[in-house]
């Protein structure tokens, strides 16, 4: 079954971090770019897109809020993509989840909360 399988989501406190991953089963990610989104609750929240990586590993951080705070990178090896997310807000809880936009694949989400 192709498909991407999310983990490492779960509760942090407000400034700490959290590491989400995204691994291929099914098929090689190596020749995908890879984006990693959120849709946080509640009225006129949007889906946002975070940051994407490429088959040739270089990267855009699309998230204006999450510059300098979140990281996107890929193993190779492990045929998986993962988002570094440090100092962490209380509005950043939301559901995060990657895609394989050129295949429509996403991943099942994951919920991330920030709370004290």
């Known amino acids: 079954q192709v498909q991407l399988v999310e983990s490492g989501g779960g509760w942090v406190q407000p400034g700490g971090s959290l590491r989400r991953s995204c691994a291929a089963s099914g098929f090689a990610s190596s020749s995908d770019a890879i984006s990693w989104y959120r849709q946080a609750q509640g009225p006129g929240k949007e889906r946002e897109l975070l940051?994407?990586?490429?088959?040739?590993?270089?990267?855009?951080n699309d998230g204006d809020s999450v510059k300098g705070r979140f990281t996107i990178s890929r193993d190779y090896a492990k045929d998986a993509v993962y988002l570094q997310m440090n100092s962490l807000k209380l509005e950043e809880t939301a559901v995060y989840f990657c895609?394989?936009?050129?295949?429509?694949?996403w991943g099942q989400g994951t919920q991330v909360t920030v709370s004290s």
């Open positions: 940051a994407t990586i490429f088959p040739d590993g270089t990267s855009t």
């Open positions: 895609v394989a936009s050129c295949r429509g694949l």
